[in-house]
């Protein structure tokens, strides 16, 4: 609707769209690789959560080259951006921060210190189009925790999925277990943050929209407005009762550490 507002055409929508998507899938896994995976976990034998991460680093390798093409391909959508003509300078400081980001994805995440500068990079980013949608008022506070609050949830979603699954089904140990239960459990309080953030800014950003007739939100794009609210209703739903059910991970005592009988809790190496 942004795009819609200012006279973008469906190919340049659709670029612009690909552009954010692959920024915030590149902020949330790096996130999760910063701040939800530690090197020790406490009461946690260090070796064995040391080979969950090892695996879960090899596969994160393979996650990010993706990420990073799908990051370098969309940085050319700042080119069909027409509202950037305005501020040629900040078109090619977008551009060449996507590049930039694609290009330290491509090296990895196993290293902080890579990991670090793509999650500056992002944030910097992230930035950048928020104030150039809707300005440096509370206009352009209210588009960035939109954007933000999306890149948590999407990014670590990606990791879960891709790296925190996989690499959990190859260490079926109690430790291992705990371990990646910890690290969900840190995403999951994120999460509680980040998809209320999307609703409440989502419909603060869809208030510019209530002078439209009722025929608008029933037709094409208008539609698109409610449909989005509860598919996003439908997402904080199942991240609820996901748990309650055992579904938010195939890995035994993940989604709820009681799945672990207190005999096997107890037999867990600790340091």
């Not at 769209?17 to 692959?22: E, G, I, K, S, T």
């Not at 996650?63 to 370098?72: K, T």
């Not at 999306?150 to 959990?168: D, E, K, Q």
């Not at 209320?196 to 939100?217: D, K, R, S």
Request: aromatic content about 12%.
């Amino acid at each position: 609707f942004t795009g819609l507002g200012f006279g973008l055409e469906p190919l340049a929508l659709g670029l612009r769209w690909f552009a954010l998507w692959a920024l915030a899938l590149a902020g949330g896994f790096a996130t999760w690789r910063l701040f939800y995976l530690r090197e020790a976990e406490r009461d946690l034998d260090d070796e064995i959560v040391g080979q969950l991460n090892s695996t879960a680093l090899k596969r994160a390798r393979r996650v990010s080259v993706v990420v990073g093409a799908l990051v370098i391909l969309s940085a050319f959508g700042t080119l069909s951006v027409g509202y950037l003509d305005y501020v040629p300078a900040a078109r090619w400081l977008i551009l060449a921060g996507t590049l930039a980001l694609g290009i330290v994805l491509l090296a990895g995440v196993q290293h902080r210190g890579l990991t670090t500068l793509a999650f500056t990079l992002t944030a910097a980013l992230i930035l950048g189009w928020a104030l150039f949608d809707a300005g440096t008022g509370w206009e352009g506070a209210v588009r960035l925790a939109h954007l933000t609050g999306f890149s948590l949830w999407l990014g670590g979603a990606l990791w879960n999925i891709a790296v925190a699954m996989p690499a959990g089904r190859e260490h079926p140990t109690v430790t291992a277990v705990l371990a990646g239960a910890r690290q969900l459990d840190r995403f999951r309080w994120v999460v509680r943050f980040s998809l209320p953030t999307i609703i409440i800014t989502g419909l603060i950003m869809a208030g510019f929209y209530t002078v439209m007739p009722l025929e608008w939100w029933l037709s094409f794009p208008g539609v698109l407005l409610p449909l989005k609210v509860m598919a996003i209703v439908v997402l904080v739903v199942v991240f609820i009762t996901c748990p309650l059910f055992r579904q938010c991970s195939p890995v035994q005592g993940v989604c709820n550490i009681d799945d672990l009988d207190s005999t096997s809790r107890n037999s867990a190496p600790r340091t």
